[in-house]
């Protein structure tokens, strides 16, 4: 019969796991999150700092870059881990609710990570350079049409935005119409904003609402206005955030504030 060990040696083999388990780093599994939404989220700061993000967190993200609004579907729908967005989020919301009545909306979280400049972009030959942000609400109010007003060539502007949720349309009319859509006879809406630089790259009339890093991209130039027109790009949660998705998001924050 192999004798007992005194308690006190027990309880002194007990605390020493105890403290060795105390000091040992937390580890935590890697996880691979996937991330649907905004293209200006993923542009500005997916794209270029995602190898950074999953060396900070030890996750793999798989990144769907796809709009505002798909990004939340998808994250109501349980096919995303996080959404990007990159307008307000009960903009966005109220928009969703109009084509998908009914979801739990109220359970989403926002969580804001940086702030970029909206690009106010014009054809090459257009000599409007400078412009009051006051003379882009009377464009979007359809009460300037014309880039005489403005100082340029008697020529009609043609507004371009990008429909379907787009998060650049979507800032620029919470900022200007309170979130009201721009009706007018002189908008046309692109799908892609891509297709939308293109058309500011053939017309000379056109006036574009788009994300700074594809203007500065395509070499666009733009109508740089007193004050600046801005999204807020920010991760998206069903409710509180898994442990993963939270180091990711703080993760962000500490990689968004070095960049400012």
Do not use: C
């Not at 359970?107 to 970029?116: A, D, F, M, S, W």
């Amino acid at each position: 019969m192999t004798p007992r060990k005194p308690l006190r040696t027990l309880f002194k083999a007990a605390a020493l796991a105890a403290a060795i388990l105390a000091a040992a780093p937390l580890v935590v599994r890697a996880e691979t999150l996937i991330v649907q939404g905004s293209t200006t989220f993923n542009r500005a700061f997916m794209e270029p700092q995602q190898a950074a993000l999953e060396a900070a967190t030890g996750h793999v993200l798989t990144v769907i870059p796809n709009k505002s609004m798909p990004g939340l579907i998808a994250l109501l729908e349980g096919r995303a881990h996080l959404a990007m967005i990159s307008a307000p989020l009960e903009n966005e919301i109220q928009m969703l609710e109009k084509v998908m009545p009914g979801l739990p909306f109220d359970q989403l979280q926002t969580h804001e990570i940086l702030r970029v400049r909206v690009s106010v972009a014009v054809h090459p030959s257009n000599t409007v350079r400078k412009a009051k942000i006051d003379d882009v609400k009377q464009i979007l109010l359809g009460r300037v049409t014309n880039w005489a007003a403005l100082g340029g060539v008697s020529k009609a502007i043609r507004i371009v935005l990008v429909g379907g949720g787009g998060g650049v349309t979507t800032a620029v009319e919470s900022q200007f119409l309170d979130g009201k859509q721009v009706n007018l006879p002189n908008v046309t809406y692109m799908k892609t904003p891509v297709q939308l630089v293109q058309v500011v790259e053939q017309d000379p009339a056109a006036i574009g609402f788009a994300q700074l890093a594809l203007v500065k991209q395509r070499g666009i130039p733009e109508m740089v206005t007193d004050k600046p027109i801005e999204q807020v790009l920010s991760f998206v949660t069903f409710g509180p955030p898994s442990p993963a998705a939270k180091s990711v998001v703080e993760s962000a924050r500490k990689i968004a504030d070095k960049l400012m």
